[in-house]
């Protein structure tokens, strides 16, 4: 039998969790963080692994992220480490440690924060904690004034959908670049009751680019609706590698420990380990993973399967154990194969 070759991974992001140590317990989170969690990469394996990736990930977004990653005893070293390896580095943050924040944007000027507000204060606070909204907006307005890049985060769910206008208004006359807002994946401490239907996503998102105030500066998308892919035939031509999801072709997270998993909802799939491997095998791996849809999968005969190529490949492999029978938050696939569990 003639062994698989490797897609070719050409790395758009990559996500290095340098501590899970956070000092929120947010009810949403997706990954394995808290107080009480001490995870925490060691500086010297933090410079192994910037330099063994930088080399390939000169295209790439590299996010600092946590936990909290200001909470790392050497973060202003790692993220000036990184800044000096990626052209394009990030810090994702509870925004709440202002002086760590200053501190590095001060050391670098090119570094650019991402700030989670999860809607209106009281629904803000009701995920992240008493106190927490005034502190991070404040802070948000103080870091946009000093011109640093900032994107504002927020994950939308149930319980905090409705919140969005109130907060759409809270956030006119500060200065931030851009309002990233995504749908709650279930995954981790995240609950299956919160999270939106597929329709009702694409309805919230279609109120939000007619009426949201802040419109021309939110990046929000549609799922699994032929207005998600329309504009991608042309995008296609050019970056071929692109899909709806970029598991498995543009994107890794690495641990504190160097291990190396694919997606944020597959953080158990441990594939490669930067201690002891290259940062080519590294991409190899990821390239090996078997993400394409299945002969019987409905993906086969949907009109726009090379713009989505089965969505979200985590959603398979947690709903039926394997990859490449479709992501259940489409339609096509509920209706076909059963119940979603995300």
Known sequence: MQALLPRAVHLQQIYFIITRTCNLFCSHCIRSSGPDVKDT???????????????????????????????????????????????????????????????????????????????????HNIIRGKGTFQKTMGNIRILSELGVKITVATTAGRTNVDSFTVLDQQLINIPFHTWTIKREVIYGRASQQNSLSTDDWNAFVDSVQETFTNKNRIFIQPMFHLSSFSDNAQHQQ??????????????????????VFPCACLEELNIADLK???????????????????????????????????????????????????????????????????
Do not use: W
């Open 238 to 259: 050019f970056y071929p590698d692109q899909r709806n999801c970029g598991t498995g072709r543009s994107k890794l997270y690495i641990n504190p420990d160097l291990t």
């Open 41 to 123: 990469v060691t500086q010297e394996n933090a410079f192994i692994a910037i330099d063994k990736l930088a080399p390939h990930g000169q295209k790439a977004l590299m996010f600092i992220s946590g936990g909290e990653p200001t909470l790392h005893p050497n973060f202003q070293e790692i993220v000036t480490k990184a800044c000096q390896s990626f052209p394009n580095v990030m810090v994702n943050t509870n925004g709440l440690n202002l002086h760590a924040l200053k501190e590095a944007c001060r050391r670098n000027p090119s570094l650019k924060l991402q700030i989670s507000i999860d809607g209106s204060m009281e629904s």
């Open 276 to 342: 002891t491997d290259d940062a080519q095998t590294v991409l190899n791996q990821i390239g090996l993973l078997p993400i394409e849809p299945q002969e019987m999968s409905p993906c086969q005969s949907c009109p726009v399967k090379q713009q989505c190529m089965g969505g979200c490949p985590g959603t398979s492999f947690h709903t039926y154990g394997e990859f490449g029978i479709g992501d259940t938050r489409c339609t096509a696939i509920s209706d076909l194969v059963g119940e979603s569990l995300c």
